[in-house]
């Protein structure tokens, strides 16, 4: 039985915070579908925070969520006292289960507590720790017996102290989802021995970097294996963040949950034109070709039609703010506000394509830096205070919005650092729904994209963004849809069931 462990997971919409949560959700799903045997750890934070815009000014509120909890445990900390909440999501199955956890006591850090939020080293190290208390006291009570760890970035390495508890040997799997310091955390170690148990900070020992204590390498030393998730990730992995392991690094790169992200309307065309593609996405690559180009262009517009829909109750309901003319093309970025991602990018498209173009600008994702939150205030909320502007912003951004703005965006930008990104599948979302991707070769995105074949491609510096840009609105004024009709043939190398494939493979002792 394989224990997979993850600080996050969208399955429960109130809980994700980053593509991660949307990984473990499409990752169930293919579980579920294939009826594979499999239990989803994750955290279901009591609360979780919401962007609200007043003025020109970002002020952040909780939402809270109420939970109907299977197991109830008390555990005496060196701290404090803690409950902790285990519930089974609804969609689970009698083979594949999505477990939750809940984390609650009477400090107000706790009762506040958001994914990635912490204040401090002591708040990571103590939600972390009860985390592993909670799923380690539900496996002990129902006799679980796992034959495969795969733990998902260092925020999980205590779940390789498992085996030692629990006296099993499974094949331990450390799966890193990004190049960046935040999946590679770093910790007190004075900190951490306030908190934890003696006998495991003489496991954490291994991770030792003078008085801090790495939990990425910790992760890295008890794992029989280590994936990373892409091939640039890979190699990024090996030569410069765990080199005296390489023996343990291969990659399976990310997929995308297609009946999750596939639009409706070409679900519908698929069943008319190609039978039999939902349960052998291969043939669509060998077919899409062959669908009349007005039949796509439907139902496309369609899609089109119904995230146009979606956009405006947003703004009806104070969810969205800006403009936007039902009646133009759609340029989408989807993405955190964050540095790397180059959010500033969208706003030099958008001044670009202007010139030749009738065009809405939809940005969708939330600030999480200081960067993100000055970008948010300085660049995009006055843009979207402007009646002569067609901009239109989504502060908070979720999976149930992302459905809509994928399948019906007409461009989507996907311009971030090549290097900060681990894999990417936001652009995946675009290529499977046939719209025009403009990226980087960031991730993942070399193993699936052709240059003008089902993409078009930016130097990493952005030197040729205005180049393609021009491409862009050529291909869109001529209503030329090659791109998308090789771009929509990807999805089976983008799929989650592709990805399962060769999990399975990781999943081997061999």
């Excluded at 190609?274 to 669908?291: A, D, F, M, T």
Aim: proline share 3%; hydrophobic share 35%.
């Amino acid at each position: 039985m394989r224990f997979l462990f993850s600080i996050e997971n969208s399955l429960d919409n109130f809980s994700h915070a980053g593509g991660l949560g949307i990984l473990m959700n499409d990752l169930f799903q293919e579980f579920r579908k294939k009826e594979k045997e499999a239990f989803f750890f994750s955290i279901l934070p009591l609360k979780r925070r919401k962007i609200r815009i007043v003025e020109n000014r970002v002020d952040e509120i909780n939402e809270e969520k109420r939970i109907n909890p299977e197991y109830c445990y008390q555990f005496q900390t060196k701290w404090y006292p803690v409950n902790v909440y285990i519930s089974e999501s609804p969609e689970s199955t009698e083979k594949t289960k999505a477990i939750f956890v809940t984390i609650e006591n009477n400090e107000e850090w706790i009762k506040n507590f958001a994914l990635y939020r912490e204040r401090d080293e002591g708040q990571i190290i103590f939600i972390r720790y009860v985390f592993y208390l909670g799923v380690k006291k539900y496996i002990e009570e129902n006799r679980l017996h796992p034959e495969i760890i795969h733990i998902n970035e260092s925020d999980t390495a205590l779940f390789l102290y498992l085996p030692i508890e629990l006296g099993i040997n499974p094949l331990k799997i450390y799966h890193s989802h990004t190049p960046l310091p935040i999946g590679h955390k770093s910790v007190s170690k004075e900190v951490a021995s306030s908190l934890l148990p003696n006998e495991l900070m003489k496991f954490l020992k291994v991770g030792e970097e003078g008085e801090r204590i790495n939990l990425g390498k910790v992760a890295a030393y008890y794992s029989d294996k280590i994936v990373t998730v892409s091939e640039l990730h890979e190699k990024i992995t090996r030569n410069r963040i765990y080199p005296e392991f390489q023996y343990k690094i291969s990659h399976v790169t990310n997929g995308i949950n297609i009946e999750e992200w596939l639009g409706e309307e070409i679900k519908r065309l698929y069943d008319e034109e190609i039978p039999g593609w939902s349960e052998n996405l291969n043939l669509i690559e060998e077919n899409v070709k062959k669908i009349e180009d007005w039949k796509i262009r439907e139902a496309r517009d369609k899609e089109k039609a119904k995230m146009i829909e979606k956009m405006n109750e947003l703004l009806k309901s104070g969810e969205a703010i800006g403009n936007l003319d039902k009646n133009k093309i759609n340029l989408v970025y989807a993405k955190r506000l964050t540095y790397y991602k180059r959010p500033d990018t969208s706003l030099k498209a958008y001044d670009f394509l202007k010139k030749s173009l009738d065009i809405n600008l939809i940005i969708a994702g939330y600030p999480v830096d200081e960067y993100g939150k000055y970008f948010f205030e300085n660049k995009v909320i006055p843009l979207t205070k402007k009646d002569s502007e067609s901009v239109l912003y989504i502060p908070n951004y979720e999976k149930k919005i992302a459905k809509f703005i994928f399948r019906g965006a007409d461009i989507c930008l996907n311009p971030q650092e090549v290097e900060s990104e681990a894999s990417g599948t936001s652009y995946m979302k675009g290529l499977i729904n046939g719209c025009l991707l403009v990226t980087t070769r960031a991730g993942s995105v070399s193993e699936f994209v052709k240059d003008g074949y089902n993409a078009l491609v930016l130097s990493d510096n952005l030197e040729n963004l205005e180049e393609k840009l021009l491409e862009a609105a050529k291909i869109i004024n001529e209503k030329d849809i090659k791109i998308s009709k090789n771009a929509m043939g990807t999805i089976y190398r983008v799929s989650t069931e592709r990805m399962l494939k060769d999990l399975e493979k990781v999943y081997s002792r061999n």
